[in-house]
């Protein structure tokens, strides 16, 4: 079992809709939490980071954690076409400097 | 500001022969790292350095890939002989200290083919 589990997709949805992603992780040392973006043909890009459970908006975004159930998501708001690109959790244990992703959910927002 | 450069953008070689990328962090970042990412899966951690010394290379296959940070700035990373299961994307990242890899800015990348 891969320490990080994301779905990853192919997930496609109309323009406007709400879009769910979601990871999951065994290891109860990992304390900080991170999206990521990742257009075709870059490296990825920082979206948000969160440390602890609970929630933090940043825009259209919000991003969850549930540490009690080892489950973390991401929620993009009225989802435009620019948003399609591959979403990549990542997390760190305590102490650690060493990332560690998930495989990424491939996003098609349809216009 | 200029984000993480590297290159090649995009590298097609034969197997067994030998392959080397670049890469110029953000000014001031002491923090480097590689990383490696197949078709479909997400960037796994090669090397990591905290100015030139390596303080993570567990992961780095060391048979065959090395890698350098001469004065703490720019790092090559090179595979000699590169094999056909070495084809990826090959990432570098930067931060500052005490961001805890979080904040890390990644570059274009370098894709390899290995035919």
């Known amino acids: 079992q891969k320490e990080v589990e994301q779905d990853p997709g192919p997930l496609s949805v109309p323009e406007g809709a709400i879009v769910s992603l979601n990871c999951t992780y065994s290891?109860?040392?990992?304390?900080?939490f991170m999206w990521y973006r990742q257009y075709s043909r870059k490296g990825p890009e920082l979206l948000m980071y969160t440390y602890s459970s609970g929630n933090k908006e940043d825009g259209r975004f919000t991003a969850q954690v549930d540490k009690s159930s080892k489950y973390i998501s991401l929620f993009i708001r009225d989802s435009q076409p620019s948003d399609s690109a591959t979403y990549l959790c990542a997390m760190i244990k305590g102490g650690s400097e060493k990332l560690v992703f998930g495989k990424g959910t491939k996003l098609t927002v349809n216009p | 500001e200029a984000g993480v450069v590297q290159s090649p953008r995009y590298k097609i070689i034969e197997k067994k022969q030998p392959v080397a990328f670049w890469c110029n962090p953000i000014?001031?970042?002491?923090?480097l790292y590689w990383y490696r990412q197949n078709l479909g899966q997400g960037p796994e951690l090669l090397i990591r350095y905290e100015n030139e010394e390596a303080v993570d290379d567990s992961q780095l296959p060391k048979d065959r890939f090395s890698a350098e940070r001469l004065k703490g700035v720019d790092s090559t990373l090179k595979i000699q002989p590169a094999e056909l299961g070495d084809s990826a994307v090959y990432l570098c990242?930067?931060?500052?200290?005490?961001?805890?890899?979080?904040?890390?800015?990644f570059g274009q990348g370098t894709r390899l083919t290995v035919v």
């Open positions: 990242a930067s931060s500052s200290r005490g961001d805890r890899g979080a904040e890390a800015f």
């Open positions: 000014s001031g970042h002491n923090t």
């Open positions: 290891n109860s040392a990992f304390q900080y």
